[in-house]
């Protein structure tokens, strides 16, 4: 038994000593990075509040010379840090999670720049990016626009991107798919508009469904949630001349070609007469078009009681197509030009009629939406 003046002492092999020696060894490793300890042992204050981890690889991302170059330059700066010599690190502050295992948190890291450019282009760090950035820059207004397609989306997303005042964060983040260094340039893109010292509200945009607002809780008190709409055979109607636009004008794109591979087109032959465009909308129809997609992006569920309920519940402002003028001036982005526009190569009369009924059939609860908005005029 020790005395009263005397440290009592450790049996030498004791494995949950052990464990809390490391752990606190990792804690006051860490905070290497975020205190100034003195010679003295005491903390200096101060009114500046420390960098996280997180904050220096956006600030990386943001480098004059380019995001490689910027990521190189931190890893040699954590290279310093004891800390990041385990992956452990990189979990907890870049993933914002704890590791998968006592192998992985413990797993030695020699070179901190390459686990940095890891970790960033992970599926996992993507596709929470848009709820890590949301809350790197909470002190911005979140303006959160619900895209319909077909729906003037495009006209909307551009007048905010010509506006220094807005940064777009775009969602889902399917547009990352492709190789690292294309990860890495969008990651990039968007950590430098939102540091930008002009920008006032984050911009989520590209097609955010309810269910991905719920996800990330994007929603605040005091941000904006809004959506167009239009007549759903019209927006099917659109989405067809798109297709045909994309066939006959841009059959070099990308997107045109994967649109002929899932269609089964082959060569890079035009439609043209009235029975080659009649068949491809039939076809188009029962391959592409997805039905009833306003009240799957408005509601859980694609129906209009589902839309009706979370348009509530979420405060959406709804503005038909014909409002898009007036709602761009009220949100201090007018424009005069309409983008994506298609070239009408079908009209909805010129279907035959099965495929007009067919249209009807696709989207009855898009129209008992629209019929109820519209005659709601557009407020709930």
């Known amino acids: 038994m020790s005395t009263p003046n005397e440290v009592p002492r450790v049996p030498k092999k004791c494995p949950i000593i052990a464990h809390l020696v490391h752990d606190s060894l990792y804690c006051l490793e860490l905070s290497e990075t975020t205190m100034n300890v003195q010679s003295s042992s005491t903390i200096e204050f101060t009114d500046e509040e420390p960098k996280s981890a997180l904050s220096e690889v956006l600030e990386a991302l943001r480098h004059p010379d380019g995001p490689g170059a910027g990521i190189k330059a931190l890893g040699f700066l954590w290279e310093k840090n004891s800390a990041a010599r385990y992956r452990r690190f990189y979990y907890e502050q870049i993933l914002q999670r704890t590791a998968d295992s006592a192998i992985s948190a413990r797993a030695p890291v020699s070179n901190p720049g390459a686990a940095i450019a890891e970790m960033l282009c992970s599926d996992e760090f993507i596709n929470g990016s848009v709820g890590t950035l949301a809350n790197e820059y909470r002190h911005l207004k979140r303006m959160i626009y619900v895209h319909i397609p077909k729906s003037g989306g495009t006209t909307v997303m551009n007048a905010f991107i010509d506006d220094p005042r807005h940064a777009i964060v775009y969602m889902p983040r399917a547009i990352f798919e492709g190789h690292n260094a294309r990860r890495m340039d969008i990651l990039a893109e968007e950590a430098k508009a939102l540091h930008d010292p002009r920008v006032r509200n984050i911009v989520f945009f590209g097609h955010p469904t309810v269910r991905d607002i719920m996800l990330y809780k994007l929603k605040r008190g005091t941000d904006t949630i809004f959506s167009t709409i239009r007549d759903p055979i019209d927006s099917a109607i659109s989405a067809l001349n798109y297709?045909?636009?994309?066939?006959?004008?841009?059959?070099?794109?990308?997107?045109?070609?994967?649109?002929?591979?899932?269609?089964?087109?082959?060569?890079?032959?035009?439609l043209e007469t009235r029975d080659e465009l009649a068949n491809f909308a039939e076809v188009f129809f029962d391959k592409i078009l997805m039905g009833n997609i306003a009240c799957a992006t408005l509601g859980r569920e694609p129906t209009a009681n589902s839309a009706i309920e979370w348009i509530q519940i979420l405060g959406i402002e709804i503005f038909p197509i014909s409002a898009l003028g007036a709602l761009l001036n009220r949100f201090g982005v007018p424009t005069e030009r309409i983008d994506n526009k298609s070239t009408e190569y079908v009209k909805f009369e010129q279907l035959p009629l099965a495929s007009q009924v067919k249209l009807y059939n696709i989207f009855s609860e898009d129209l008992k939406l629209f019929y109820f908005l519209e005659r709601k005029q557009w407020r709930l």
């Open 243 to 270: 297709s045909i636009t994309l066939i006959n004008e841009y059959s070099d794109r990308a997107d045109s070609l994967d649109l002929r591979k899932q269609l089964g087109l082959t060569g890079d032959r035009k």
